[in-house]
């Protein structure tokens, strides 16, 4: 099992920014994905960015469209954190952020319990 642990929302206003951030504990050493997910009121869940790696090889990260450019996803993979740099906020990116964790084959194996972000205009 691994567990994950959101921290860093808030309320801010548009143009602001903020830090999330997701520690993972537990069997750490089965991830190979982690990310971010973020529901709306009234909303279907979305995926917001993604990062993978593996020992052969760097890195990736995937962005949703709509954050693209202003949301930046990066891992201390010796801190088993994992951190959505969000700038540019716009009141549309108020949601609950939810943090994911698995492998390559089951990206979103594990959930965090969510942290609310909330962006007045």
């Known amino acids: 099992q691994v567990q994950l642990v959101e921290s860093g929302g808030g309320l801010v206003q548009a143009g602001d920014s903020l830090r999330l951030s997701c520690a993972a504990s537990?069997?750490?050493?089965?991830?190979?994905?982690m990310g971010w997910w973020r529901q709306a009121p009234g909303k279907e869940r979305e995926f917001v960015a993604a990062?993978?790696?593996?020992?052969?090889?760097?890195?990736?990260?995937t962005y949703a469209e709509s954050v693209k450019g202003r949301f930046t996803l990066s891992i201390d993979r010796a801190a088993n954190t994992a951190y959505l740099q969000m700038n540019s906020l716009k009141p549309e990116d108020t949601a609950i952020y939810y943090c994911?964790?698995?492998?390559?084959?089951?990206?979103?194996?594990?959930w965090g319990q969510g942290t609310q972000v909330t962006v007045s205009s």
């Open positions: 994911t964790a698995g492998s390559a084959s089951s990206p979103t194996n594990y």
């Open positions: 537990g069997r750490t050493g089965s991830r190979s994905t």
């Open positions: 990062i993978t790696w593996s020992t052969f090889s760097a890195s990736s990260t």
